[in-house]
C-alpha cells in the first residue's frame, strides 16, 4: 500500500507539472503568436505607406485614410541618421529627439524591420507597441497605443484553469491504473506524428520552392519564342533558309516548354516519392552554347556581350538539363539586367577530385558595378532584392539566384558569389558528374 500510494502521489506531483509546463508553453506561444500578428498587421500599413511614398504620394493622405480605420494608429517617418520627418501626433517635428536609438528603429536599420511591444513616449506620456520598417534611406514606422486591451489581445485568453484542474484529477487517478499503456501509446503516437508532420512539411516546400522556380523558369522560352517570332513578322522577305532557322529554333524553344511543364506535372506527384525529376547525360559544351544563343535570340537590344570561354574538351555531366540551363541563364540574365557592365564570361575553370566523386568548376562574372558586401550573404534568399524598384521594372521577381542555388545544390555541387577586385560580380559554383 505504501508504494502504491507514493507511485500515485508521483504521477499527480508529474502530471500536475505537465500541465503546468504545457499551460506555461501555450501562454507563450499564444503571446509570441498574438506579437507576431500585431507587428505583421502594423508591417502591411508600413508597406502600403512605402508604397504610398514610392509612387509620390503624400503621407499625410495616406495617414487621413488609414486613421479613420484605426483612429489611435500613430505613424512616423524617421531618416537613416535617426532625424524625425513626419510624426502624425506632433504638428512640430523639429521639437523630438533623435529617434536612431529607438530599439525597433535600430533593429530595423539592421535587419529591414523591427518592433518594440511596450515602450513610454516621453513627449505623448503614452505607451505604444512600434512596429518599423525600412525602406532604403528611411525608416517607417507604425504604432498603436498600449491599452488594456491591447494588453488583453497579447496576453492571450487563457486556458480554464477549473476544468483543467478537474482534468488533470481524474487524469490523475486514472494514471496510476493506466500510466504505463497510456505512456508507451502515447509516445509511439507522438512520434509519428512528429515524423509525419515532418516529412509533410518537407515535401511542401520543396514542392512549392522547386514549383515556383520551375515557372519562373517559363519565362526564357517564351521570350526566346517571341524574339523569333518577332523577327519572322518584321522581316517578312526573309530567305526561306532564315525562316527555317527561325522556326527549328522556336520549335526548340517548345520542347523546352513541354519539359518545364512536365516537370512542373511531376512535382505535383512527388508526395508519393515514386517520382523524381529525370536525370540524363547532358552534353555542357552544346547546352552552354545553346544558352548563349538563347539569350542573344531573346535580348536583341542588351549590349551586354557573352563570352564562353570552356575550352574544346568534351564536358558531359549526369543531371537535368533543365535546371543546368536554368543556372546558367539566370547568372547570365542577372547580369545583364542589374551588373551595368557590357561583358559576361562563362568559364570552365577545370575539374576537383575528390575521393569518390568528381566536380566540374565553373565561374560566371561580369564587369559590372558588383553590390555591397553586406548583400551578397543574401543574393541567394527568395525574393531579396537590393533595389526593390528597379527591380520590378526590370521584371524581376527575387527568384533568379534562389533557383540558381537551388539546381547547383541539386546537381550535388556549392556556389559561391564574390566581388572581382576590378569590378563586378563573380559566382564560382561546381557540378558533380
Known amino acids: 500500500m505504501t508504494l502504491r500510494r507514493n507511485i500515485f502521489l508521483l504521477l499527480i506531483v508529474s502530471v500536475w507539472l505537465l500541465v503546468a509546463g504545457f499551460v506555461a508553453h501555450q501562454y507563450r506561444r499564444e503571446r509570441a503568436h498574438n506579437i507576431e500578428r500585431l507587428n505583421l498587421s502594423l508591417q502591411l500599413i508600413n508597406h502600403s505607406l512605402g508604397d504610398y511614398l514610392v509612387r509620390g504620394q503624400s503621407y499625410e493622405a495616406f495617414y487621413a485614410a488609414t486613421a479613420r480605420q484605426n483612429p489611435d494608429l500613430r505613424l512616423t517617418i524617421v531618416a537613416e541618421d535617426g532625424t524625425v520627418r513626419y510624426d502624425s501626433a506632433e504638428e512640430d517635428v523639429s521639437l523630438m529627439s533623435n529617434h536612431r536609438q529607438r530599439p525597433e528603429i535600430l533593429q530595423a536599420l539592421r535587419e529591414g524591420q523591427g518592433y518594440t511591444i511596450r515602450r513610454l513616449s516621453e513627449r505623448l506620456e503614452r505607451e505604444y507597441f512600434y512596429a518599423a520598417l525600412r525602406l532604403d534611406t528611411l525608416v517607417v514606422r507604425s504604432a498603436v ?16 484553469l ?3 484542474a478537474l482534468l488533470t484529477l481524474v487524469l490523475s487517478v486514472v494514471a496510476v491504473w493506466t500510466l504505463r499503456k ?21 515535401k511542401n516546400r520543396i514542392k512549392k520552392q522547386l514549383t515556383n522556380n520551375i515557372n519562373h ?8 519564342i517571341r524574339g523569333c517570332l518577332e523577327t519572322l513578322i518584321e522581316n517578312p522577305d526573309m530567305e526561306s533558309e ?11 524553344q517548345v520542347e523546352r516548354l513541354e519539359s518545364l511543364l512536365r516537370d512542373v506535372a511531376t512535382l505535383t506527384r512527388m508526395d508519393d516519392g515514386s517520382v523524381v525529376i529525370e536525370r540524363q547525360t547532358i552534353d555542357l559544351q552544346q547546352l552552354l552554347q545553346s544558352v548563349v544563343a538563347d539569350f542573344r535570340a531573346a535580348h536583341r537590344d542588351c549590349p ?7 575550352g574544346s574538351e568534351p564536358l558531359s555531366i549526369d543531371g537535368n538539363e533543365t535546371l543546368l540551363r536554368s543556372i546558367f541563364m539566370n547568372l547570365v540574365e542577372n547580369a545583364a539586367a542589374y551588373s551595368g557592365g557590357r561583358d559576361c564570361t562563362i568559364r570552365f575553370e577545370g575539374c576537383n577530385h575528390d575521393e569518390e566523386e568528381d566536380y566540374y568548376r565553373f565561374t560566371v562574372e561580369d564587369n559590372g558595378i558588383g553590390v555591397e558586401e553586406e548583400h551578397l550573404s543574401h543574393l541567394f534568399e527568395r525574393f531579396y532584392r537590393i533595389d526593390k524598384g528597379r527591380s520590378r521594372k526590370m521584371g524581376g521577381t527575387g527568384l533568379g539566384l534562389s533557383i540558381v542555388k537551388n539546381a547547383v545544390v541539386w546537381h550535388g555541387g556549392e556556389i559561391e558569389v564574390h ?12 557540378l558533380r558528374h
Request: proline share 5%; glycine share 6%.
Open 242 to 252: 532564315m525562316q527555317r532557322s527561325f522556326l527549328e529554333k522556336s520549335c526548340r
Open 145 to 160: 497605443p498600449y491599452s488594456l486591451s491591447l494588453a488583453t489581445t497579447l496576453e492571450g485568453g487563457g486556458v480554464p
Open 304 to 310: 551586354m556581350r557573352v563570352n564562353l570561354e570552356t
Open 162 to 164: 477549473l476544468f483543467l
Open 419 to 430: 566581388n572581382r577586385p576590378q569590378g563586378g560580380l563573380q559566382f564560382r559554383f561546381t
Open 217 to 224: 523558369e517559363l519565362k526564357t522560352p517564351v521570350s526566346a
Open 182 to 202: 497510456v505512456r508507451m501509446v502515447n509516445h509511439h503516437l507522438m512520434e509519428q506524428q512528429q515524423r509525419a508532420h515532418y516529412e509533410e512539411a518537407e
